[in-house]
């Protein structure tokens, strides 16, 4: 049975970093895409950054465009782990995250798994 746990989370000041971490566990991780929502209370689940296989030997990733060039998306397979690197994080930045794993039927990623999400927040 697939698993999916983050840890990571916290509170930072604006302008700050942090890294979140997503472990996999009870499937083959090399096999799937991983990507990481973010979502608060009363809130749409919002698509942040994305990893895949490209197919031509290497990953691509995507990001959302509040994210692009402060938010970066890489795994490990060795460890099971998808991680979201997150610089210079602005109060509006404030959310549970979640991360995904997918795959890919018809053309479109659809995830199977999710995890419980773990709860950044930036403090102005």
């Known amino acids: 049975q697939v698993q999916l746990v983050e840890s990571g989370g916290g509170l930072v000041q604006a302008g700050g970093s942090l890294r979140i971490s997503c472990t996999f566990s009870?499937?083959?991780?090399?096999?799937?895409?991983m990507g990481w929502f973010r979502q608060a209370p009363g809130k749409e689940r919002e698509f942040v950054a994305f990893i895949g296989w490209s197919g031509f030997g290497d990953y691509y990733q995507d990001y959302a465009d509040s994210v692009k060039g402060r938010f970066t998306i890489y795994r490990d397979n060795a460890k099971n782990t998808v991680y979201l690197e997150m610089n210079r994080l602005k109060p509006e930045d404030t959310d549970v995250y979640h991360c995904?794993?997918?795959?890919?039927?018809?053309?479109?990623?659809?995830?199977?798994?999710w995890g419980q999400g773990t709860q950044v927040t930036v403090s102005s």
């Open positions: 995904a794993g997918g795959v890919r039927r018809g053309g479109e990623y659809e995830y199977d798994y």
């Open positions: 009870g499937g083959p991780f090399s096999s799937y895409a």
